[in-house]
């Protein structure tokens, strides 16, 4: 069983930054490997980046390709979205998720959300 908390978001102007945090409980937090996802109003939940377990390998959506950067510590069981030059079009509320497998990203375990907004 794994539980997250995200942590960070909040209100930024257009090209500002913002680190999103995700910290996970579980002693095992570094077999798993994790996620970012985002919502925005009226949207389907949608991927962002994830994050092997080892952090060796990184994947992310073309549209945060450049601009986002997705890191872990498996030391602090906590993983990171460095987001860059936001544009108000990521304005969503950002989700963590962790699974076993990169591959199915998503369908194991969610944290509660924390909200992006982003001015123009």
């Known amino acids: 069983q794994v539980q997250l908390v995200e942590s960070g978001g909040g209100l930024v102007q257009a090209g500002g930054s913002l680190r999103l945090s995700c910290a996970a409980s579980g002693r095992t937090f570094s077999s798993y490997a994790m996620g970012w996802f985002r919502q925005a109003p009226g949207k389907e939940r949608e991927f962002v980046s994830a994050i092997s377990w080892s952090g060796g390998s990184t994947y992310y959506a073309d549209s945060v390709k450049g601009r986002f950067t997705i890191s872990r510590d498996n030391a602090k069981n906590t993983v990171y979205l460095q987001m860059n030059s936001l544009k108000p079009e990521d304005t969503a509320v950002y989700y963590c998720?962790?699974?076993?497998?990169?591959?199915?990203?998503?369908?194991?375990?969610w944290g509660q959300g924390t909200q992006v907004t982003v001015s123009s």
């Open positions: 998720a962790a699974d076993p497998n990169i591959a199915t990203i998503g369908n194991a375990y």
